[in-house]
């Protein structure tokens, strides 16, 4: 399985960015995805999470009302449209596989990661 994120850039603060994710080499549809960010000095946490179909989302509480995750699966991308950026959003956004058919905000669930896209939010 490949992923490749891409997206990122900076922006100012209000502003915002649309991340997409490509996947090959399994089935897309089958496997729920999610967005995961990583600050300096800080460990991975989750952001977004989408069921294989799309219809189930989960969010972080920081970024609730104004990051939307979707999928097109005919396309075998995910989205993470950002809304509202805050400095604090400013990290490595990494796109991930799961190995579950739902969404999950747990990290073991994903087993297979992108490069990474970096987002940096300016005040």
């Known amino acids: 399985v490949q992923l490749q994120a891409f997206g990122g850039g900076l922006v100012q603060a209000g502003g915002s960015l649309r991340l997409s994710c490509a996947a090959s080499?399994?089935?897309?549809?089958?496997?729920?995805m999610g967005w995961f960010r990583q600050a300096p000095g800080k460990e991975r946490e989750f952001v977004a999470a989408?069921?294989?179909?799309?219809?189930?989302?989960d969010y972080a509480d920081s970024v609730k009302g104004r990051f939307t995750i979707s999928r097109d699966n005919a396309k075998n991308t995910v989205y993470l449209q950002m809304n509202s950026l805050k400095p604090e959003d400013t990290a490595v956004y990494y796109c991930?596989?799961?190995?579950?058919?739902?969404?999950?905000?747990?990290?073991?669930?994903?087993?297979?990661w992108g490069q990474g896209t970096l987002v940096t939010v300016s005040s």
């Open positions: 991930a596989q799961s190995t579950l058919a739902y969404s999950s905000i747990v990290v073991t669930n994903y087993d297979y």
């Open positions: 989408i069921s294989k179909s799309g219809r189930s989302t």
């Open positions: 080499g399994r089935t897309f549809s089958s496997n729920a």
